[in-house]
């Protein structure tokens, strides 16, 4: 069975640093794009970036670049992003993503994981 | 690059059909047919409902439909049924990048 499972609800100080995980299981995690979706409380998903494993070649939304870093260790089959110095609104729910192929869709996030609560408060 | 332009709400009676539009431009929706719709619960992950315009992955019912007309995609929702009721947002391909839509919220009356 294709997974993501992603790691645990954060909570963390204004300024601190922090990353998160997303673990894919059952197919080859190299050869499939992940990428990184934010939901802030109460709205809409935001697509923040996107990662190949293979190469790590990343692509990042302008609206989220410079802002997040996001990286991967193909040798666990891991994805992660993270912040150098957190604000509070980075509060969100974030999810990782597998991109499809051509039997599940070009460009379109046909797995997601279970979404990790960052939550940012003094 | 701005978000795609969805209603923020809809809303049918069972086994009525819904139609939720994603309005975007020549650089995303009406560029490439590489548009899809995810399907949330609250308090779930989003759920690939529609690929590629018009594709339905293995398991999503029939029920779920979807077109585009220029810049303009839309998923349709037939005989509705009241586990239909979600959040629903588009997303399309823009180059480089990606770009969901508001959200729409589909209620079931």
């Known amino acids: 069975e294709v997974q993501l499972v992603q790691s645990g609800a954060e909570v963390k100080k204004p300024g601190e640093s922090l990353k998160i995980s997303c673990k894919g299981s059952?197919?080859?995690?190299?050869?499939?794009?992940i990428a990184w979706v934010r939901q802030m409380p109460g709205k809409g998903l935001e697509y923040m970036g996107i990662i190949y494993p293979g190469d790590s070649d990343t692509r990042y939304s302008p609206s989220f670049q410079g802002q997040v870093t996001i990286s991967a260790d193909k040798s666990i089959s891991t994805a992660y992003l993270q912040w150098g110095s957190l604000k509070a609104s980075d509060t969100a729910m974030y999810y990782c993503?597998?991109?499809?192929?051509?039997?599940?869709?070009?460009?379109?996030?046909?797995?997601w994981g279970q979404g990790t609560m960052v939550t940012v408060s003094s | 690059q701005s978000a795609l332009t969805q209603p923020p709400s809809a809303s049918g009676s069972p086994g009525q059909s819904v139609t939720i539009s994603c309005t975007g431009t020549s650089s995303d929706v009406g560029g490439y047919n590489y548009v899809s719709w995810y399907q949330q619960h609250p308090g779930k992950a989003p759920k690939l409902m529609i690929y590629e315009v018009r594709k339905r992955p293995a398991g999503v019912p029939d029920r779920f439909s979807g077109s585009k007309s220029g810049n303009t995609a839309s998923l349709t929702v037939s005989g509705l049924q009241a586990e239909d009721e979600a959040d629903y947002y588009c997303?399309?391909?823009?180059?480089?990048?990606?770009?969901f839509g508001g959200g729409t919220k589909l209620t079931v009356l």
């Open positions: 993503a597998h991109q499809g192929d051509v039997l599940t869709g070009y460009y379109a996030f046909d797995i």
């Open positions: 997303n399309s391909y823009a180059g480089s990048n990606r770009v």
């Open positions: 059952g197919y080859s995690f190299s050869t499939y794009w």
